[in-house]
């Protein structure tokens, strides 16, 4: 395989696992530890969850940013 097309494929591969990982995170503590769920009161868990929901989002599309922004030289 040319070795442009491997890296166009690995940082397509590396971001589709970056995406779920961050995903199954929050999927994790949100839904299964019922951390997204607001019962009777809201709690610490309750904050520190959607602290790091909007904490992380950023820091990740950032660093997919950087990722895709560095360009791939395809030889014609």
Not at 5 to 34: D, E
């Amino acid at each position: 395989m040319e070795p442009e097309v491997a890296a166009f494929l690995k940082r397509i591969l590396t971001t589709i696992g970056i995406v779920l990982f961050w995903l199954g995170i929050n999927s994790t503590a949100g839904i299964m530890f019922g951390y997204a769920f607001f019962e009777h009161s809201i709690k610490l868990g309750n904050v520190l969850f959607y602290i790091w929901l909007v904490v992380s989002f950023p820091i990740v599309f950032l660093w997919l940013k950087k990722m895709w922004s560095e360009r791939i030289e395809f030889d014609r």
